[in-house]
């Protein structure tokens, strides 16, 4: 089936820096999605993405959907301490009836 | 803003009984989904439902497992016998159209003893 590597695993990093993480996949994807979830809650969309190529931007995050269709990322600007949570990209094809398939998770830590 | 619902927050069932875990999803929805993701892992697909029948299942969702709409608003997902296996966090989703993001609701926590 279809795999995402989705990296790093793990971030630590200082209030205010900027947070970088990615996602790839050995299969083409028409959506992609990038979500976070806190403990004890449901991942929690954050963007999305329709288009190769596409540059979207929420508040503090942007993301892009690679040219090749087969990446993307999120990057965070300035975070602050409530950032702190897994992130996880979410690819989909039109092919499954809205199937996602998820990475396995960036875990990101903020310290004040 | 509209959310999915989920109800139990948290079930725990001695194994080899029968589970029952509802979601109530967005009213306007269309496309319902559930997932499932074990401690510390990713979330997984197990299957998705739209006009009353199934449209994809992954191969987690085997002959244990059973998805309804008994009404208008309700979607329900079945574990027949559980297994210690079956321990997760079951989520619930929904989307308008099958190609908007799914929405999910906050899960149920399976315990299986």
């Known amino acids: 089936g279809q795999q995402l590597n989705q990296s790093p695993q793990s971030m630590f990093i200082q209030e205010g820096e900027d947070v970088s993480m990615n996602c790839t996949s050995s299969s083409i994807f028409n959506t992609w999605l990038w979500y976070k979830q806190d403990p004890g809650e449901g991942p929690v969309l954050l963007i999305a993405l329709y288009k190769a190529g596409e540059l979207t931007s929420n508040g503090r995050l942007t993301a892009q959907f690679g040219i090749t269709r087969k990446d993307s990322f999120l990057n965070i600007s300035a975070s602050i301490p409530s950032d702190v949570g897994i992130y996880f990209c979410a690819g989909r094809d039109n092919t499954n009836a809205g199937k996602s398939t998820f990475g396995d998770g960036t875990t990101l830590t903020v310290k004040p | 803003e509209p959310e999915v619902t989920q109800t139990p927050s948290h079930q725990v069932t001695q194994m080899g009984q029968e589970v029952i875990l509802r979601c109530v999803p967005i009213s306007n929805h269309l496309y319902f989904y559930w997932y499932r993701q074990i401690l510390g892992q990713k979330v997984e697909f197990l299957v998705s439902?739209?006009?009353?029948?199934?449209?994809?299942k992954s191969e987690i969702f085997d002959d244990q497992f059973s998805v309804e709409r008994p009404d208008g608003s309700n979607f329900t997902l079945k574990i027949r016998s559980t297994k210690l296996e079956d321990s997760a966090m079951y989520f619930c989703?929904?989307?308008?159209?099958?190609?908007?993001?799914?929405?999910f609701g906050d899960g149920t926590r399976l315990s299986i003893l």
């Open positions: 439902f739209y006009n009353n029948e199934i449209s994809e």
């Open positions: 989703a929904s989307s308008e159209l099958g190609n908007q993001p799914q929405h």
